[in-house]
């Protein structure tokens, strides 16, 4: 090990370059102290003593995506390392409520008998395993094995679920194969015309800005967002257009746009006839979406909606357009049918498989991208194969040694699997790893409820999560700079993770805990506790499948060498797909008619002084998805410590709210209040809520459970809400909406 590490940062897909040193010799692991876990009933008998200061210094480092720059969340991302909140014994909960430590021997021995005692009484069906996006590509390859080997379950699917599965459908669907952006980020910065959707990345991956400045100082960047986000304002002085259509409309405002495309000629006839299938139904699809009958319903002038379709076409002629989206498209019940909407505009102009223009989707988690592709999906199978496919299970039974009907079928996507817990033929015993889905998942009062319900819950994670805190038994695990391995960004090219720091004494990774719990299952096959044992394993499942990682290893990453998959043995991978083919057996991209559908009629509010509005939710500059790792940094924290309702002041006014007042946001689910912030950024008919807060802060009281059919993606972006002023003052124990530990 050296005193420094060239490695990435822990949050988002954008993955940036750090180099992370050791200030002087490496950091010690965390001592013996007191038990510094306020507000939570826990009993830690060692926890770090130090305050939460740096363990590590991190530094930018040049690479194609951040080009040295990093966000506030990255800057100040060592700071967790020795934070004085961090787990390091496993902790068991007591009838009292409160977690104590006990040896790991006791508690692998406690969470084999918890599986094999549900397995007994109710199937191997009960027990389940909610995983992350946050995983390393070998950590969420062994969760989907350890799951159907281990464990014998169909039943584990993870957080993704709720931010990528609906791209993820539409780009199988049209292309073949599912890789967030099919080019690599720099391609963006020569484009002349970029139309992003439904993504604030001013604010979630800031580095990402400077891939767009190229077609800012040409005009063309056309921001589309019913809020005028931190990225929507670049679009002022002369950058390009905003198009701020209601919510919920831009599957609509997408067929405006086709509409334009299709009937001023704009379309790249000799693209579509050689390359693609299923352009007329497309084309009958759009003709009743004039641009005069879409801006009656999204809001959108008819003259920007032409505006847009023109410039993409001249993009595409000359300099390059690109068409991105992001949660704000995908994020509804409808998802996969908008951003297949978005993959048949880029269709119609050309795009895709161009050598200067292209179609993509911004993967938001860490390894968001890789998380997705080696089995932790309900329906997959390591190298993104399909668990239903005879030949690709019977692939994976040869790398894993093990007759083909011991692996499972098809188990339930996230929300259901949520659904089911403790339900007659659902989950009684579940495992969760990188995902605190008490903050993080729609309806979450009821899945707080579902947790509870549970007769064993085992919870890996390195804080006292909200999650972690309504488990039986938390296992202590360890963190990124504690850690090697690899993941994959948001381009699909494969990084190396590296450990650069001693992780403390009693914390374990999750490969560990795995290997020995399979021990204590008996189960057939072999679980390494060696991340780079299990990437060689890796790359053998993944050969032939549609993520091939056979041509990767550890050596040529840490040379530096660019690894985009798909990346077979003996080629050089595959940094642009789609210039001679797609992936389907005949070559051609399929494009598929999509028309919006009726949303339900929301329920009334049972207050008739609330008003009745749309609620949109989404991210903060500082906080990175549920806030668990971010709340707890120092800088952040202060900085956005609690979470506010952003509403327009003209509604305001006519509802008796000033800025910084209480306010109610509440329907059937659950009701949020917090204070106020008036902006007339946002449209007079919605609020805006972030999703990175608990308590009576948490947005996702108000999201429904209700998901896309084809995807299972959950309707985050569009949830009818019910809104005033809150006359009597809250005693600020409710007012709390955030952790200090
Ligand atoms: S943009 Fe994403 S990867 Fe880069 S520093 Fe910020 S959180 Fe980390």
Redesign the pocket.
Known sequence: MTNSADT?????????A?TLTSPAELAPAPQPGPVPVPLLPTLHSSAPAAAATAALEVS?RDFP??RG???????T?ATLLNHPGRITEPLLKGPDGVHRPISWDHALDLAASAVRDARARYGADAVGVFGGGGLTNEKAYMLGKFARLALRTSRIDYNGRFCMSSAAAAGMRAFGVDRGLPFPLEALDTASTILMLGSNVAE?????VQHLKGARDAGGLIVVDPRRSATAAFTADGGGLHLQPLPGTDLTLLLGISHVVIHEGLVDTAFVEERTAGYSAVVRSVNSFWPERVQSLTGVPADLIRETARRLAAGARQGGSYILTGRGVEQHTDGTDAATAAINLSLLLGLPGSARSGYGTLTGQ?NGQGGREHGQKADQLPGYRKITDPAARAHMARVWGVPEETIPGPGLPAVQLLKSLGQPDGVRCLFIHASNVVVASPDANAVTAGLRSLDFLVVCDFFMSETAAEADLILPVLQWAEEEGTLTNLEGRVLRRRRALAPPAGARSELWIMARLAERLDAPSTYSEDPETVFEELRLASAGGLADYSGIDYAMLDRGEAAYWPYPAGSTGTPRLFRDRFAHPDGKAVMSPVVPRRRRTPAASPDPAAKTMTLITGRLLEH?QSGAQTRRVTELLASQPEAMVQVHPAAAEAMGITAGSLVSVANERGEVVCKAELSTDIRPDTVFLPFHFPGLGSANRLTEAATDPTSGMPEFKFNKVWVRAVAAPLSSKMLQTTEAS
Request: hydrophobic content about 25%; aromatic content about 14%; proline content about 11%.
């Open positions: 990435h940062c822990p949050y988002c897909a954008l993955q940036c750090m930018g995506t951040n720059g990093l966000c506030r969340k990255g800057w991302s979630t991956m800031p580095p990402f860490g990175y």
